[in-house]
């Protein structure tokens, strides 16, 4: 894998260096100029750098004129922009690695550039993105990265493209699974499952290889959970606790529509938890979610609506939007990718909790031990979680739950061959679709 260095020059002044190579072992590899001329903030400063030769670059020159008083910047601009707050950048923290797979999709093509900004892990931490394509999106991945390359983030320090996953995750720390096959015309969940569940073995083979040895992984790719699981599954040297099925996006559609229905802004709803498989049968969770401090039920005192046209809402919101896009969520869900990130990544405010699919061994709840399935967890803010352990359950709860349970089990006998657990026996629920099938 060719990664260009960090120019020291560049280093020195902390200014923008997004490097880009292009990583396959079926592609030729390339390096281009990573450090364009930057005009950015012109009142701050005007950095120019020329390339020599491939890798070479002169250092650049800096010409510092009047900065604009600190209320004008904004954000990480301030931090890197300005060159009188060299003291500050001097603070940035160690470079983490990311790797992003289906980094040429319509998810990504959101996710990137919000993690680029530093809004996902701050605005001291610098990254490097490593993106995986295929054979078919690699031109289009290159397309991305000059995107990343013209949008001069300062925090972005080098971007990566490849083919190869063994190259691709090396040293990741975290890796956001997002590429997968959507569903056809005429396919069953079944094949999908098959389909796309090889390619979660092969990343999760990969990872174990060549990625940090505590990488978190958070799954995108339907039908996330059961990808999660496979991933985990064949990556045996990662602790089974770092492997994430993204529902995010499912609690923040939970609390959107309850706050609509309470008539409050949706900051004041807490305690949301979606209980399951990211499809129509997951669980949004009324019983414990709380709006303005007080539990959902004393608010809106409308049980028929939590339990049917709430719920239904919420577990079809994938498909109606589907039938208005004409293609699946993909700015909400880069938007609820970040949350889950954050959630992990700063402390949990004190009393809530945010759901993730999670591996359930040893989960308090009494749900079937050996699957991916979304449950409320609290972060310290360490990367790691534990799970809320102070929930109530009601027959219509515990009943909800059993069906989610019932399908993701089955999902689990399906993909036995890809988990390393004998031979596959596709029994799905019929009744039972990803969010965005009606
Ligand atoms: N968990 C959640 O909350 C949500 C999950 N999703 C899921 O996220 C995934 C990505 O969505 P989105 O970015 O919108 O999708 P896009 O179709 O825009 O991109 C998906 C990427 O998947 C990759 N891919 C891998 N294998 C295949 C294959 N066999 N056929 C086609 N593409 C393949 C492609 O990249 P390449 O060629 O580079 O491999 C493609 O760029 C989907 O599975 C979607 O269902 C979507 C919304 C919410
Ligand atoms: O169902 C889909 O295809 C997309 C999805 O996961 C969602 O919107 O929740």
Known sequence: MAVAELNPA????????????????????????????????????????SVTQQNQVQAPAVQTQEPNSKSDCYGVFCLTYDLKAEEETKSWKKLINIAVSGAAGMISNHLLFKLASGEVFGPDQPIALKLLGSERSIQALEGVAMELEDSLFPLLRE?????????????????????????????????????????????????????SRNVKVIVVGNPCNTNALICMKNAPNIPAKNFHALTRLDENRAKCQLALKAGVFYDKVSNVTIWGNHSTTQVPDFLNAKIDGLPVIDVIKDRKWLEQEFTEMVQKRGGVLIQKWGRSSAASTAVSIVDAIRSLVTPTPKGDWFSSGVYTDGNPYGIAEGIVFSMPCRSKGDGDYELVKDVIFDDYLRNRIAKTEAELLAEKRCVAHLTGEGIAVCDLPGDTMLPGEM
């Open 10 to 49: 560049f280093t020195k002044t902390h200014l923008h260096s997004s490097q880009l190579s292009f990583l396959s072992r079926s592609v030729p590899t390339h390096q281009h100029c990573a450090f364009p001329t930057l005009h950015r903030n012109q009142q701050h400063a005007r950095i120019s750098c």
């Open 159 to 211: 971007v990566s493209i490849g083919i190869d996953p063994y190259e691709v995750f090396q040293d990741a720390e975290w890796a956001l699974l997002i590429g997968a096959k959507p569903r056809g015309p005429g396919m069953e969940r079944a094949d999908l499952l098959d389909i796309n569940g090889q390619i979660f073995a092969e990343q999760g083979k990969a990872l174990n290889a060549v990625a």
